[in-house]
């Protein structure tokens, strides 16, 4: 059984025509995990809004403060590259509750899960958002497995093509946490350096350079993510799953399949047997939903 936390609130953020993080992504993605042969053997679960008090570990109020009065005035940019309607305050709220429900059925019931949620959140700093972004998701699911779940050990694993600058800023700071990613290079943001390691050595970027296949990112993985994570021994494995790295992303140059974040899947699994997986980015409507149907079938 896997838990598939999910909303069609999460339509309701919308980006305006062209833009690539549109309610789609989200939709097809449950087009093709419903018609999936093993579609009965997912639970889906309705999302919770996270609170003020919890984004306030993360986050500055004056920007969560900021972000409600721009929808509420009924939308705006919070970057050129960051549209935010009406709604999406409240949806950016939902979206970061389905991290923390993901949290609660992995540490409380030892089932795996995936946070199919939109807006994505690992560019997302402590008073920016950026990037798609507006809240970090994956940071704020990390510091709600140490301060409510009380876990001592908390790892975030980034496998979109992007590096999450956001993630790694709220957690390379806290001995709790470690974050891992693996990105193009060059490509937005433009962070995510080998020499930027953490205050505890705590952080592990693995840059790669465009065209590299899904067995370079499993290569990289048995060599260097997979020894970082056992050394630090997390108690919940978190992954930030973005799709773009897929050969048919239009907003990177990487060269992998769906199959190929199967392999990831199964690698993780076998550092943690219950994962707790989010969707980042992924903005080809059709490599995204089968590289998230592949990822759930591995977690099965």
């Keep these: 059984m896997v838990a598939i936390v999910y909303s069609e609130i999460f339509l309701k953020h919308l980006t305006g025509r062209g833009h690539a993080e549109r309610p789609d992504r989200v939709r097809f993605c449950v087009k093709a995990l419903q018609s999936a042969p093993f579609a009965a053997q997912l639970v889906w679960l309705p999302p919770r809004e996270a609170t003020i008090e919890e984004l306030s570990w993360i986050h500055r109020p004056d920007y969560i403060r900021e972000v409600a009065a721009l929808c509420a005035q009924g939308g705006g940019r919070l970057d050129e590259d960051t549209p935010v309607s009406a709604d999406s305050y409240d949806v950016a709220l939902l979206a970061a509750g389905a991290w923390l429900v993901g949290v609660d059925q992995v540490v409380d019931q030892g089932i795996s899960t995936f946070a199919l949620a939109r807006p994505p959140g690992h560019h997302a700093r402590p008073a920016d958002g950026m990037g798609f972004c507006i809240f970090s998701n994956a940071a704020l699911a990390a510091h709600y497995a140490a301060r409510v779940k009380g876990l001592e050990r908390v790892a975030v694993f980034d496998w979109d093509v992007h590096h999450g600058n956001g993630t790694q800023e709220i957690l390379e700071t806290d001995p709790r946490f470690a974050y891992c990613s693996m990105h193009q290079s060059p490509c937005y943001p433009g962070t995510g350096m080998v020499e930027q ?62 199959m190929d974040y199967r392999d990831l899947t199964i690698r993780c699994l076998a550092l943690q047997p219950a994962l707790m997986v989010g969707l980042e980015g992924g903005y080809d409507l059709a490599a995204t939903s089968q590289s998230v149907l592949q990822v759930t079938e591995a977690l099965l």
């Design 197 to 258: 390691t953490g205050r505890y050595h705590n952080v592990l970027n693995i840059p790669l350079p465009p065209g590299r296949t899904g067995l370079d990112y499993c290569e990289a993985f048995d060599r260097q993510v997979a020894p970082f994570l056992k050394n630090f021994d997390p108690q919940l494995l978190i992954i930030s799953a973005g799709f773009d790295a897929n050969r048919a992303d239009p907003l990177a140059s990487m060269a992998l399949t769906p």
